[in-house]
């Protein structure tokens, strides 16, 4: 089967640094990517990570550690509009995403 | 910067009427494919596109959904029978190849209303 989970919400302070954690069980693996979704809007893609390590651009970074199922977004500089969900989403050895259920971030002045 | 386009951006229907649902792609894009979310939920996977044929689709798309590329630049879902259960946004989206980590772009979605 497949399953991505990530935590529901999460809480953080303008300024500050974040960390969004994304763990997956899936059949295949071919990337595992980030999207940001503001409420009633597309997702927007943030980040990807084929390899692991970390991947770097700009405040946000990703890693990835294939061998445990797990990646993470670390968000710095947290800033009001980063206020949103952060979807993590795997691609196994099709084409499509399979999405997580969301970590809906909220940024309190 | 080149986008996925969505038209309607929102259709109220009643349950039993067909929609079609119009997209799109980003324009040197060969992949397209169309994603559901119902409110409050993830966002789902229906079915992928390329070369003019289906390549992956869901459980979720049964008998009841169908995808066409009238033209060189849209591409649609069309819902034959809409169920309230249908009700939710769908979003296009498109990517320049299938395989690997090629990103996919999404459009703004359209939000389907069934009564």
Redesign the interface.
């Known amino acids: 089967g497949q399953n991505i989970d990530q935590p529901t919400e999460m809480t953080a302070t303008e300024g500050a640094i974040v960390q969004i954690n994304c763990t997956y069980q899936t059949s295949g693996f071919?990337?595992l990517?980030w999207?940001q979704q503001h409420a009633?809007?597309?997702?927007?893609?943030l980040s990807?990570n084929?390899l692991d390590g970390l991947e770097e651009k700009g405040r946000f970074s990703s890693f990835l550690s294939r061998s445990k199922g797990y990646s993470y977004l670390l968000l710095k500089e947290l800033q009001m509009k980063d206020s949103a969900s952060y979807?993590c989403?795997v691609?196994g050895y099709?084409?499509?995403?399979?999405?997580?259920?969301?970590t809906r971030l909220s940024v309190l002045p | 910067e080149p986008e996925v386009t969505q038209t309607p951006s929102h259709q109220v229907t009643q349950m039993g009427q067909e929609v079609i649902l119009r997209c799109v792609p980003i324009s040197n894009h060969l992949y397209f494919y169309w994603y559901r979310q119902i409110l409050g939920q993830k966002v789902e996977f229906l079915v992928s596109f390329y070369n003019n044929e289906i390549s992956e689709k869901s459980e979720i798309f049964d008998d009841q959904f169908s995808v066409e590329r009238p033209d060189g630049s849209n591409f649609t879902l069309k819902i034959r029978s809409t169920k309230l259960e249908d009700s939710a946004m769908y979003f296009c989206a498109s990517s320049v190849k299938g395989g690997g980590t090629d990103t996919q772009y999404f459009g703004p979605g359209t939000r389907l209303t069934v009564l």
């Open positions: 071919n990337g990517f999207y009633g809007e597309a997702p927007t893609f990807y084929v979807l989403a691609k099709g084409q499509n995403f399979v999405f997580g259920p969301g």
